[in-house]
């Protein structure tokens, strides 16, 4: 199973960035993704979740209305649209699977820095 982050930067306040991340190594259509993060000196926090066909998202109440996850099945492919970013949006995002109780992967993570 490999999980592979990419689209982080530095954006300043108010901007957007589109994170995504490749999966393989599994079947992807079948599990439920989740973008986390974690700013230095934090727990890590679940950022959003999609289901597997897509259908139900959820999100932190810190990022509903200003983030969006997605997915692309036909792409294995899960992304997170980021608009109105703030400085407390600061933080490596994760991308993560659980296949089973005891099977959750993480990507490498991706640098998100919001600031001017």
């Known amino acids: 199973v490999q999980l592979v982050e990419s689209g982080g930067g530095l954006v300043q306040p108010g901007g957007s960035l589109r994170l995504s991340c490749v999966a393989s190594?599994?079947?992807?259509?079948?599990?439920?993704m989740n973008w986390y993060r974690q700013a230095p000196g934090k727990k890590r926090e679940l950022v959003a979740t999609?289901?597997?066909?897509?259908?139900?998202?959820n999100y932190a109440d810190s990022v509903k209305a200003r983030f969006a996850i997605s997915r692309d099945n036909a792409k294995n492919t899960v992304y997170l649209q980021m608009n109105s970013l703030k400085p407390e949006d600061t933080a490596v995002y994760y991308c993560?699977?659980?296949?089973?109780?005891?099977?959750?992967?993480w990507g490498q993570g991706t640098q998100v820095t919001v600031s001017s």
């Open positions: 190594g599994f079947t992807f259509s079948s599990y439920v």
């Open positions: 993560n699977t659980r296949l089973r109780t005891t099977a959750e992967y």
């Open positions: 999609i289901t597997s066909v897509g259908g139900s998202t």
